[in-house]
């Protein structure tokens, strides 16, 4: 699972873009709801977690909260209650603490892959980054 960076935030795709973007073959809930795992056809597995989905939720209300620096981050424990197919181009998740307001477009979630893993990369390393193979 990706871990939320300090700023996780991707901007929207272009137009264009979130038209032409394929979708994965597969869309898969993990374990209890815990996240988000989706395979594309080139073989790329993206997995993203709930909170984290969440934190970086593109909605009206999600950015007035981000700029009025009202946002609170989403609860650890906080799960995926459903998925809802929007068009071609997208999915609407709900969320456990009955948050369905955001909608996450692929080409939306493929950047915010690659903006995850590219703070990860660039953040410094912990004594936990140490310990995790042993």
Sequence with gaps: MIPTPPEP?????SPD?????????EIRVTEKGAGLRLTW????????????????????????LK??????????????????PIGA???NIVFSDGYDRAIYPWAYLQDLAQSALS????????????????
Aim: net charge positive; charged share 20%; aromatic share 6%.
């Design 41 to 64: 056809p080139d073989g790329q597995v993206l997995s993203f977690t709930a909170p984290f989905l969440r934190d970086n939720s593109q909605s009206a209300r999600s950015k007035k």
């Design 119 to 134: 703070a990860r990369k660039n953040s410094p390393l912990t004594p936990n980054d140490f310990l995790k193979g042993n």
């Design 89 to 91: 181009y997208a999915i």
């Design 67 to 84: 700029l009025s620096g009202l946002a609170v981050p989403a609860a650890a424990d906080l799960t995926i209650s459903a998925l809802r």
């Design 9 to 13: 935030t991707a901007p929207l795709p």
């Design 17 to 25: 873009r979130l038209r032409n973007c394929e979708g994965p073959e």
